[in-house]
């Protein structure tokens, strides 16, 4: 039973196509996230969420839209999708009232924009 | 803002031999998180080690062991006895409160 699930794993669509990509987590924390990896494996962190509420909002372009429908699910919308949106997203979740945890992560969607 | 730097991009070691990974970070704060993730090809993330700022005894686990020099904000990994299996991109992160920042990541290539 896959404790932080993506789908889909892999996906191809054209530019300025709209899409998205779902979260699902059943470990029961409170804190998910958003990371985007580019081709050079730099991981950095989009949006984190915690109990449903908005936390961070790093410097993403508002064609990103992420929404949590309740505790264990956190979306990811990318409207008007460009070329340099290709890259793999990681979705992660945290527990814990001290966040001293670490993150699990789900396997990763792979965006390709073509 | 906080910064974690990992100036090794590529490292190679020999199968059974130790290899040391380094990591430096920038922070004001004095309670804080760090780990190191690996991620093999298969992409998965997955935690290696990880050390509470607080706590002035180096983390370790199995072959794993890290030295943490709290204020030269540095956080290496060593990774003794290297195995086929331990090749992967490993990344060290830093967390305080809800974020968790990671360097660039350094490719680790184990040599049979």
């Known amino acids: 039973d896959t404790a932080v699930s993506q789908t889909p794993k892999y996906l191809v669509t054209q530019m300025g196509n709209d899409k998205s990509i779902k979260c699902e987590q059943n470990?029961?924390?409170?804190?998910m996230y958003w990371y985007k990896q580019d081709s050079k494996k730099f991981l950095k962190i989009m949006f984190s969420?915690?109990?449903?509420?908005?936390?961070i909002n790093e410097t993403v372009p508002n064609r990103f839209s992420p929404k949590s429908p309740d505790k264990a699910h956190l979306n990811l919308h990318i409207n008007s999708l460009e070329l340099g949106d290709s890259a793999v997203y990681f979705c992660?979740?945290?527990?814990?009232?001290?966040?001293?945890?670490?993150?699990?992560f789900g396997q990763g969607t792979r965006l390709t924009v073509v | 803002a906080q910064t974690v730097t990992q100036s090794q991009p590529e490292m190679s070691v020999q199968e059974a031999e130790t290899v040391t990974l380094s990591c430096t970070y920038d922070?004001?704060?004095?309670?804080?998180?760090l780990f190191w993730y690996k991620q093999p090809p298969s992409r998965q993330m997955i935690l290696v080690i990880r050390?509470?700022?607080?706590?002035?005894q180096n983390a370790t686990e199995n072959r794993f062991s890290v030295n943490f020099q709290k204020a030269a904000k540095s956080f290496s990994l060593k990774i003794s006895d290297s195995q086929l299996g331990d090749a992967a991109m490993y990344f060290c992160?830093?967390?305080?409160?809800?974020?968790?920042?990671f360097g660039k990541g350094t490719r680790l290539h184990i040599l049979p």
């Open positions: 992660a979740t945290r527990g814990g009232v001290t966040l001293n945890t670490e993150a699990f």
């Open positions: 470990l029961g924390h409170d804190t």
């Open positions: 969420y915690n109990n449903k509420e908005l936390i």
């Open positions: 922070t004001s704060e004095s309670d804080y998180y």
């Open positions: 050390q509470e700022a607080y706590k002035q």
């Open positions: 992160a830093y967390s305080r409160d809800d974020k968790i920042i």
